[in-house]
Nanobody
Framework: QVQLVESGGGLVQAGGSLRLSCAASGRTFSSYAMGWFRQSPGKEREFVAAITWDGNSYHTDSVKGRFTISRDNAKNTVYLQMNSLKPEDTAVYYC??????????????????WGQGTQVTVSS
């Protein structure tokens, strides 16, 4: 069982930056693949970024060059550094934990555990 708690969301102007954190409970954090998703009102939950248990990262095209996923296994934490934020990045951001694989997990059904979400609002 893994419990995930996100933090770091908030209100920021377009062009600004935020860093989201997701703290995980449990001793086997390093064996999980981790991901970030986001969901806006009326839209489906969409993939943002994923990182394998050994640190290989993947980002959806709309955030490449602006967002970076990383993990610190010693701290049981995964991060999402978000730079050059745009109003269309406004959403609730969720972190998720899934089974260890050699590739990034890009679909919600691939993940077994979810955090409660943190709101990110980007004003124009």
């Amino acid at each position: 069982q893994v419990q995930l708690v996100e933090s770091g969301g908030g209100l920021v102007q377009a062009g600004g930056s935020l860093r989201l954190s997701c703290a995980a409970s449990g001793r086997t954090f390093s064996s999980y693949a981790m991901g970030w998703f986001r969901q806006s009102p009326g839209k489906e939950r969409e993939f943002v970024a994923a990182i394998t248990w050994d640190g290989n990262s993947y980002h959806t095209d709309s955030v490449k060059g602006r967002f970076t996923i990383s993990r610190d296994n010693a701290k049981n934490t995964v991060y999402l550094q978000m730079n050059s934020l745009k109003p269309e990045d406004t959403a609730v951001y969720y972190c998720a934990a899934g089974p260890a694989t050699d590739y990034g997990l890009r679909f919600p059904y691939e993940y077994a555990y979810w955090g409660q979400g943190t709101q990110v609002t980007v004003s124009s």
